[in-house]
């Protein structure tokens, strides 16, 4: 069993609000839900919509078609309604949202005391929004008896978590003990200055926005030297600002966490949407030579994971350690039952006297002697070096599927979940890579023994595919790439999986 229902209408109608709700409810009873969000860059009008699938089976990600629709505009339906599956159903009508939410329950066969439950933690409008919601349910009958198709137990039901790729990040960066976040707000990097924000009121840590990236990371950097555990975050266009001192991080051997949170470029580019184009700039981005982590959550769990683990190495190896990401992995909501393994740190003491030119390393002053220079570049070689065996302590890749198939899925991110619901019944394997640099070498092997490999990513060029292509001489011609700004849906990318193997 697993069902589609669409929430839309403009901004500031609350189909956000309908979809957590829903989710909310469903998630404590056992189903696994994954909740995606489409929306304009607009405060109000123009058209937002949330895609909620779940089913009685782990699931991560969204289907094409759609099983019902709740319209709260007009246009909604106009836009989706070539989406219904001919059985499908459109909730429509001049009502407020918490109307269509009681008249879902009722089709859903879920009871109104659930629902009546999740309105009082809401606070705002409670009696008002009880009496659409009590509207709503009394005009609808049940149509879709999901209690009957549930097989998931209690006490299961009572280990799923609800979370988005945002609480993840923020829950890595605490648990590692964070001391200062700086940031200047960007899609989609924004929620996590905001969740972060609100958590410091209870939390051992300090929330600070300034003026532009530039500021932001040069203060993150003023911190890190004081012995504090740092940390700042933005999108790829403050991630172009922010390289200069990046480079700064990388000579003077500052321990220092970035979170990128990817959106379409070049420029503004579409800064509501997803995509995984900026993969370059953070292995790449800054001048000269130097060591940094590059690592890729594909969930909420590995995005809290990943984050501890950028910690680790920064303040092991001092280095720049970026955590990349994207909206779609930032702002979705995913049915989690695993727990995390959230690595430890120690923080460094105040190491003294730092500076931005080459350094005879006994004074700390800058130098130009030949030798010295010399050193200093070996130095930092060998550094890489250490941290790529340091790396080999943890999981750099993981492999889905089946795992002796000769068919290979490459991809990494957000892009996880899409393929590890496409590939459930067919003759595939799937390896996502968490590290990006250093990159898991042991993964030429697997490709290696494949008949035929595809790489799929959310952007138009195939980087990870030139990356592995640069590491192990590997090429990989047969590419699934979507770079619209949406993120991919599982049938669609079943088929199109389907097609490039030839399986039935």
Same mark, same amino acid.
């Given at each position: 069993?697993?069902?589609?229902?669409?929430?839309?209408?403009?901004?500031?109608?609350?189909?956000?609000?309908?979809?957590? *709700?829903?989710? =909310?409810?469903?998630?404590?009873?056992?189903?696994?839900?994954?909740?995606?969000?489409?929306?304009?860059?607009?405060?109000?009008?123009?058209?937002? $919509?949330?895609?909620?699938?779940?089913?009685?089976? +782990?699931?991560?990600?969204?289907?094409?078609?759609?099983?019902?629709?709740?319209?709260?505009?007009?246009?909604? =339906?106009?836009?989706?309604?070539?989406?219904? @599956?001919?059985?499908?159903?459109?909730?429509?009508?001049?009502?407020?949202?918490?109307?269509?939410?009681?008249?879902?329950?009722?089709?859903?066969?879920?009871?109104?005391? /659930?629902?009546?439950? /999740?309105?009082?933690?809401? %606070?705002?409008?409670?009696?008002?929004?009880?009496?659409?919601?009590?509207?709503?349910?009394?005009?609808? /009958?049940?149509?879709?008896?999901?209690?009957?198709?549930?097989?998931?137990?209690?006490?299961?039901?009572?280990?799923?978590?609800?979370?988005?790729?945002?609480?993840?990040?923020?829950?890595?960066?605490?648990?590692?003990?964070?001391?200062?976040?700086?940031?200047?707000?960007?899609? +989609?990097?924004?929620?996590?200055?905001?969740?972060?924000?609100?958590?410091?009121?209870?939390?051992?840590?300090?929330?600070? =926005?300034?003026?532009? /990236?530039?500021?932001?990371?040069? #203060?993150?950097?003023?911190?890190?030297?004081?012995?504090? @555990?740092?940390?700042?975050?933005?999108?790829?266009?403050?991630?172009?600002?922010?390289?200069?001192?990046?480079?700064? #991080?990388?000579?003077?051997?500052?321990?220092?966490?970035?979170?990128?949170?990817?959106?379409?470029?070049?420029?503004?580019?579409?800064?509501?949407?997803?995509?995984?184009?900026?993969?370059?700039?953070?292995?790449?981005?800054?001048?000269?030579?130097?060591?940094?982590?590059?690592?890729?959550?594909?969930?909420?769990?590995?995005?809290?994971?990943? !984050?501890?683990?950028?910690?680790?190495?920064?303040?092991?190896?001092? *280095?720049?350690?970026?955590?990349?990401?994207?909206?779609?992995?930032?702002?979705?909501?995913?049915?989690?039952?695993?727990?995390?393994?959230? !690595?430890?740190?120690?923080?460094?003491?105040?190491?003294?006297?730092?500076?931005?030119?080459?350094?005879?390393?006994?004074?700390?002053?800058?130098?130009?002697?030949?030798?010295? *220079?010399?050193?200093?570049?070996? @130095?930092?070689?060998?550094? #890489?070096?250490? &941290?790529?065996?340091?790396?080999?302590? $943890?999981?750099?890749?993981?492999?889905?599927? %089946?795992? !002796?198939?000769?068919?290979?899925?490459?991809?990494?991110?957000?892009?996880?979940?899409?393929?590890?619901?496409?590939?459930?019944?067919?003759?595939?394997?799937? &390896?996502?890579?968490?590290?990006?640099?250093?990159? +898991?070498?042991?993964?030429?092997?697997?490709?290696?023994?494949?008949? @035929?490999?595809?790489?799929?990513?959310?952007?138009? !060029?195939?980087?990870?595919?030139?990356? &592995?292509? =640069?590491?192990?001489?590997? $090429?990989?011609?047969?590419? *699934?790439?979507?770079?619209?700004?949406?993120?991919?849906?599982?049938?669609?990318?079943?088929?199109? &999986?389907?097609?490039?193997?030839?399986?039935?």
């Amino acid at each position: 069993m697993r069902l589609n229902i669409l929430f839309g209408g403009k901004a500031g109608q609350g189909p956000n609000v309908l979809a957590s *709700i829903l989710g =909310e409810v469903l998630v404590k009873k056992g189903y696994y839900v994954f909740c995606s969000r489409d929306y304009q860059s607009l405060i109000r009008g123009g058209h937002n $919509f949330n895609v909620l699938t779940f089913s009685d089976r +782990p699931v991560y990600s969204n289907d094409s078609e759609l099983d019902i629709i709740v319209a709260l505009d007009e246009n909604t =339906e106009n836009l989706h309604k070539k989406n219904l @599956k001919k059985s499908g159903i459109i909730l429509r009508g001049q009502h407020k949202n918490m109307y269509f939410a009681g008249k879902l329950f009722k089709i859903l066969g879920l009871e109104f005391k /659930e629902l009546e439950y /999740e309105l009082r933690k809401l %606070k705002k409008r409670f009696e008002e929004n009880m009496k659409e919601a009590k509207l709503g349910y009394s005009e609808a /009958e049940e149509k879709i008896k999901i209690n009957s198709m549930l097989k998931v137990s209690a006490k299961n039901a009572k280990s799923l978590n609800f979370i988005n790729g945002t609480q993840g990040i923020a829950n890595g960066a605490i648990k590692a003990g964070v001391d200062i976040y700086y940031a200047y707000p960007m899609t +989609p990097a924004t929620p996590v200055l905001t969740e972060l924000a609100q958590r410091q009121l209870t939390g051992d840590f300090v929330v600070v =926005e300034l003026e532009n /990236e530039i500021a932001v990371i040069n #203060a993150a950097i003023g911190s890190a030297l004081t012995g504090a @555990k740092s940390m700042c975050g933005t999108s790829g266009g403050g991630f172009d600002l922010m390289t200069e001192a990046l480079s700064l #991080a990388g000579m003077a051997e500052v321990p220092l966490v970035i979170y990128l949170a990817q959106r379409p470029g070049p420029a503004t580019g579409v800064p509501t949407y997803t995509g995984q184009g900026d993969l370059n700039i953070a292995l790449y981005g800054g001048h000269g030579e130097f060591p940094r982590v590059v690592l890729a959550p594909g969930d909420p769990l590995e995005a809290e994971e990943l !984050t501890s683990q950028a910690f680790y190495f920064s303040q092991k190896f001092k *280095i720049p350690a970026i955590v990349i990401s994207d909206k779609h992995l930032a702002e979705s909501f995913y049915t989690l039952s695993e727990k995390p393994t959230i !690595t430890t740190s120690k923080k460094l003491a105040t190491l003294g006297r730092y500076n931005s030119y080459e350094k005879n390393p006994a004074t700390g002053s800058a130098t130009e002697d030949a030798e010295i *220079i010399k050193k200093n570049v070996e @130095k930092r070689l060998k550094k #890489a070096k250490d &941290i790529e065996k340091e790396s080999k302590k $943890f999981n750099r890749y993981k492999i889905y599927g %089946k795992k !002796t198939s000769r068919n290979v899925i490459v991809s990494w991110g957000s892009t996880k979940g899409a393929i590890i619901d496409s590939i459930k019944d067919v003759d595939v394997k799937f &390896i996502q890579i968490l590290y990006i640099e250093p990159f +898991p070498l042991e993964i030429k092997r697997e490709l290696e023994k494949a008949e @035929k490999v595809v790489l799929i990513e959310n952007n138009s !060029t195939g980087q990870l595919g030139a990356l &592995i292509r =640069e590491k192990t001489g590997i $090429f990989i011609e047969d590419k *699934i790439l979507r770079y619209d700004g949406r993120p991919f849906l599982s049938d669609e990318l079943d088929r199109e &999986i389907k097609k490039r193997f030839r399986l039935k």
